[in-house]
């Protein structure tokens, strides 16, 4: 894959923040859209606060939690299901289930079963789980046959097997899979919290934002998920292809 020069994406991004500051002159209404200066200057105000970055805390611990836990749990479904196809049957349903269901529906029956303060945990939960799940059986499904006979053959204990043969060829999807997960998690997890509102999260101060009409707040912290998102996404994904090299 080529990769632009740092330089050319550099300008790239000077370039639409120079089509978004430009919008934001032309509308000339603060409240129904914001530039990246006065996008900035809300930033900057709220570095300095201790509530800001425990916000950010707060709901970066709820949904990573509910992303490794989902990430673990789509791993073991998927590898049971490809030892036994029992199981694999009696799983297909409930992920299809997880799959069709609206990302809302669960939202509110979750507020009845487990209360607003871990809807975010279990929102990213339920909607990591099939992908790992399915890229899980994928990658499981796509191991070499001849290495698997000559592990047999040659009676190689299954430790072995699963570190030299199954982890292998199961990475490459887990990795592909997490590129999606990953985005998903955050997006379902912050949508739970705008309509769940747990008290000092991200998704708390999105809905008072948009309850006060502080369009510079709203921009402020869709730009701190954006960044966290994506940190956590390249922390995650380094880690993985660190142990498939």
């Known amino acids: 894959m080529k990769y632009s020069h740092p330089l050319r994406t550099c300008f790239i991004w000077l370039f639409w923040l120079g089509v978004w500051q430009g919008a934001s002159l032309l509308i000339n209404n603060n409240i129904l859209f914001v530039g990246p200066v006065e996008m ?3 930033l900057w105000g709220q570095l300095d606060q201790t509530s800001f970055w425990l ?3 707060c709901s970066f611990s709820r949904i990573s939690l509910g992303f490794l836990g989902a990430f ?3 791993i073991l479904l998927g590898s049971l299901a ?7 049957e009696l799983i297909e349903p409930v992920m299809l289930l997880i799959k069709a269901v609206p990302v809302a529906s669960f939202v509110i029956l979750a507020l009845i079963w487990v209360g607003s303060g871990n809807l975010a945990v279990f929102i990213s939960f339920l909607v990591v789980v099939p992908m790992i799940y ?5 990658g499981l499904g796509s191991t070499d ?3 698997l006979e000559m592990a047999r053959v040659f009676r190689i204990p299954l430790r072995k ?3 030299y043969i199954y982890i292998p060829a199961l990475l490459p999807y887990l990795i592909s899979g997490c590129k999606t997960a990953l985005g998903m ?3 379902s997890g912050i949508a739970a919290e705008v309509i769940g509102i747990p008290r000092g999260s991200v998704g708390e101060q999105l809905y008072y934002s948009k309850l006060y009409l502080d369009t510079a707040g709203l921009f402020t912290w869709t730009f701190v998920i954006v960044v966290i998102s994506a940190l956590f996404e390249q922390l995650f994904l380094f880690m993985l292809r660190k142990i498939q090299r």
Do not use: E, F, M, Q
């Open 40 to 42: 900035a200057a809300s």
């Open 55 to 57: 916000t950010i805390l």
């Open 72 to 74: 673990l749990c789509g």
């Open 82 to 88: 490809y030892i036994s196809p029992l199981i694999r």
């Open 134 to 138: 399915i890229n899980t059986l994928s």
């Open 145 to 147: 046959r001849k290495l």
């Open 161 to 163: 097997r699963i570190h």
């Open 185 to 187: 998690s955050w997006k």
